[in-house]
């Protein structure tokens, strides 16, 4: 009986790290999905502040410096 329950317990373990083995490859996989999304989102913000820079150029108006805006704080 101590065989069998060995033989078991090694097919349990073995399962168990097969499994663990397929969950790590799908967070992988959803990694690289995310950072492919991210590269996708900064390629198209870049596309369009190029956009939006030749229309303010065609329109004689400039852009706020980057530093500008409502978040000033006093004092």
Same mark, same amino acid.
């Given at each position: @009986? $101590?065989? $069998?329950? &060995? #033989?078991?317990?090694?097919?349990?373990? *073995?399962? @168990? &790290?097969? +499994? /663990?083995? %397929?969950?790590?490859?799908? !967070? *992988? =996989?959803?990694? =690289? /999905? %995310?950072?492919? @999304?991210? #590269?996708? /989102? #900064?390629?198209? &913000? =870049? +596309?369009?502040?190029? #956009?939006?820079?030749?229309? =303010? %150029? !065609?329109?004689?108006?400039?852009?706020? %410096?980057?530093?500008?805006?409502? @978040? !000033? $704080?006093?004092?």
């Amino acid at each position: @009986m $101590t065989q $069998t329950s &060995n #033989r078991f317990f090694d097919e349990i373990g *073995r399962l @168990m &790290n097969d +499994a /663990a083995g %397929a969950a790590q490859g799908v !967070k *992988r =996989e959803e990694f =690289e /999905a %995310a950072k492919e @999304m991210a #590269r996708l /989102a #900064r390629e198209e &913000n =870049e +596309a369009l502040k190029a #956009r939006i820079s030749a229309l =303010e %150029a !065609k329109l004689g108006v400039s852009s706020p %410096a980057p530093d500008s805006g409502s @978040m !000033k $704080t006093d004092g």
